[in-house]
């Protein structure tokens, strides 16, 4: 409701603005998605999450975790659509330094996604998928989270993660920067430009398609995960 009076004071029409909300899918957030929703058709609601607190190595664990979360909150919406659901919500997986497990887990993802879309009935939806980088995954020197950085950042977007999160770390070079945080934050800004506009990323659909570690590893994710999803859910 203030967000809502705030674009109101700013005379920004909802209709026109995109975002998320992120609210933990639950009664409450599905009473208040009824109630606002419609002002705000561009707005994702629901925000479904790995859990944090595995280890790095465990991206099998990571998928079971945010597709049951996600499958569960399904089984117990009865006034949604899974269409509407499924276009409504955001998810987030953490990646770490792993480069090919981290593209094989992003790649399970989708094959996981597919699946579900496909026995929902729900034709072609693409899933809102964000990574974000786990805190473990970087060291107190700032110039080598740096490299981290890029290997993570290229990793999702070879497996064709829709949007990056990279939290701002201040290591034990940045005493030396008067604005260490401002630093940080134009390095991240530079690596997307450098993957962007000197890779040309963006331009490859599915760079890693034929690689045969990274699709049978994908694959064994995906076969793995959807094993223990189907035990939880």
Known sequence: VNFLNWLKKGNWNPADCKGSFRFKADEESERNFHQYSGQFPEFTWFFFESDIDLPQNNKVGQLVSVFTDFLRFLDDVDVLKDSDLLKKSTFRLYAGNDFI???????????????????????????????????????????????????????????????????????????????????????????SHILRHESHFEKVVDPASGSYTIEALSEKFARTAWSRIRENV
């Not at 993570?152 to 949007?163: C, E």
Request: hydrophobic share 45%.
């Open 101 to 191: 497990a981290e593209v094989a887990k992003i790649r399970a993802f989708y094959l996981i996604w597919n699946l579900v879309i496909s026995r929902l009935g729900c034709g072609e939806i693409s899933p809102d998928l964000e990574i974000s980088i786990l805190p473990e995954s970087y060291e107190d020197n700032t110039f080598n989270n740096l490299i981290r950085t890029t290997s993570i950042f290229t990793s999702g977007v070879i497996a064709g993660a829709g949007r990056i999160h990279i939290p701002s770390f201040i290591g034990t070079f940045t005493g030396q920067f008067s604005d260490p945080i401002g630093f940080i934050r134009r390095m991240n800004v530079n690596i």
